[in-house]
T-cell receptor, first 114, second 112 residues
Framework: GAGVSQTPSNKVTEKGKYVELRCDPI?????LYWYRQSLGQGPEFLIY????????DSGLPNDRFFAVRPEGSVSTLKIQRTERGDSAVYLC????????????FGNGTRLTVT | GQQVMQIPQYQHVQEGEDFTTYCNSS?????IQWYKQRPGGHPVFLIQ?????EVKKQKRLTFQFGEAKKNSSLHITATQTTDVGTYFC????????????FGKGMKLTVNP
């Protein structure tokens, strides 16, 4: 596709449930990022993939959060036992993976935990 | 830890006015990037600065990287309603990771 695609665009779930958020990056982009953005805040880094491997997962808040990118393209962010504090917009971005490459963001998934 | 400070956090201007917003880092940077997020939208890349003292222009927007590569500024001339949105600066972390750390942003509103 022309840009980064994220699905679903909105997700409402109950506290304690499991959710998966999907990101389809720009074709050929080797780097993929997940960020979380709360209202009035800047994007908060979660994890970054270079190819299939997580190059930096230092932003994952706890072990309820996990992300995979098994074939080096599509990525899934998985959140177990969701809490109300997980409510935010989850942004995915991709880049060509070369040094200083700008990020191309998707439209995000708005997650609401009730 | 690494922090990106943006000032001011909010800016309300009359259409046609000029203004400047600043981004300050606690470390010397290899580069800095600026993004714009329209209300309800996602961040969109604007510019990247790499060299000390570098100045880049995009129409009415002028971006500058400090001589010491620890700060950056964005100056908008003759603000228009289309400039409305939140402007973020983002800097890479130390230690070789390609992770970008974003500031809290500067939210611009324009009175027509």
């Amino acid at each position: 596709g022309a840009g980064v695609s994220q699905t679903p665009s909105n997700k409402v779930t109950e506290k304690g449930k499991y959710v998966e958020l999907r990101c389809d990056p720009i074709s050929g982009h080797t780097a993929l990022y997940w960020y979380r953005q709360s209202l009035g805040q800047g994007p908060e880094f979660l994890i970054y993939f270079q190819g299939t491997g997580a190059a930096d997962d230092s932003g994952l808040p706890n072990d309820r959060f996990f992300a995979v990118r098994p074939e080096g393209s599509v990525s899934t962010l998985k959140i177990q036992r969701t809490e109300r504090g997980d409510s935010a917009v989850y942004l995915c971005a991709s880049s060509p993976g070369t040094a200083y490459s700008p990020l191309h963001f998707g439209n995000g998934t708005r997650l609401t935990v009730t | 830890g690494q922090q990106v400070m943006q000032i001011p956090q909010y800016q309300h201007v009359q259409e046609g006015e000029d203004f400047t917003t600043y981004c300050n880092s606690s470390t010397t940077l290899s580069n800095i990037q600026w993004y714009k997020q329209r209300p309800g939208g996602h961040p969109v890349f604007l510019i990247q600065l790499v060299k000390s003292g570098e100045v880049k222009k995009q129409k009415r927007l002028t971006f500058q990287f400090g001589e010491a590569k620890k700060n950056s500024s964005l100056h908008i001339t003759a603000t228009q309603t289309t400039d409305v949105g939140t402007y973020f600066c983002a800097e890479p972390t130390q230690g070789g990771s390609e992770k970008l750390v974003f500031g809290k942003g500067m939210k611009l509103t324009v009175n027509p």
